[in-house]
Nanobody, 124 residues
Framework: QVQLGESGGGLVQAGGSLRLSCAASGRTFSSYAMGWFRQAPGKEREFVAAINWSGGNIYYADSVKGRFTISRDNAKNTVYLQMNSLKPEDTAVYYC?????????????????WGQGTQVTVSS
């Protein structure tokens, strides 16, 4: 069992930056692939970024490529999402998720554990 808790969301102007953190409980964190997803009002949850257990495989959605960076610190049981050059369309609740598989997935149904989400609002 893994429990996840996101932090770092908030209100920022377009062009600004935020860094989200996701702290995980449990001694098996380092073996999990981790992902970030987001859900805007009235829209389905969408993939943002994912990273495998070692950090050697990373995937991004096209909409955030070049602006967002996912990373992890297994010693701290934490995964990060650095978000730069934020746009109003990045406004959403951001969720981190853990996947017991060794392969990185970009679909939400493949993830086993979810955090409660953190709100990111980008004003124009």
């Amino acid at each position: 069992q893994v429990q996840l808790g996101e932090s770092g969301g908030g209100l920022v102007q377009a062009g600004g930056s935020l860094r989200l953190s996701c702290a995980a409980s449990g001694r098996t964190f380092s073996s999990y692939a981790m992902g970030w997803f987001r859900q805007a009002p009235g829209k389905e949850r969408e993939f943002v970024a994912a990273i495998n257990w070692s950090g050697g495989n990373i995937y991004y959605a096209d909409s955030v490529k070049g602006r967002f960076t996912i990373s992890r610190d297994n010693a701290k049981n934490t995964v990060y999402l650095q978000m730069n050059s934020l746009k109003p369309e990045d406004t959403a609740v951001y969720y981190c998720a853990a996947d017991k598989a060794t392969v990185v997935h970009t679909t939400s149904r493949r993830y086993d554990y979810w955090g409660q989400g953190t709100q990111v609002t980008v004003s124009s």
